[in-house]
């Protein structure tokens, strides 16, 4: 499965609706997603309680997996993102 590393942008962390945002984003694109910190054990992205249990701040390096390269890019930009940004 295709990874790479993404550094939260949201000034909030993946907190409630940066997770949600991204859990549905997963949902959309059909293909089983998981985010991890470096190191860590990775949760089901399509969970937004599942992402904030990880305690991702704004900054923080997460790896996201997907069997989808295209899922993957979504993901990751996502992460990459402000979310909170209006």
């Excluded at 000034?11 to 190191?39: C, D, F, K, M, Q």
């Excluded at 790896?63 to 890019?73: F, G, H, I, P």
Aim: proline content about 5%; glycine content about 10%.
């Amino acid at each position: 499965m295709p990874s790479t590393t993404a550094t939260v942008g949201s000034a909030v962390g993946l907190h409630a609706r940066p997770a949600t945002i991204i859990a549905e984003a997963v949902a959309e694109t059909g293909s089983p997603v998981t985010l991890g910190l470096e190191g860590g054990d990775p949760v089901d992205a399509g969970s937004a309680l599942m992402i904030m249990t990880l305690g991702a701040e704004k900054g923080t390096r997460v790896v996201v997996t997907a069997d989808d390269q295209a899922a993957l890019d979504t993901i990751v930009d996502l992460v990459e993102k402000d979310l909170d940004a209006d």
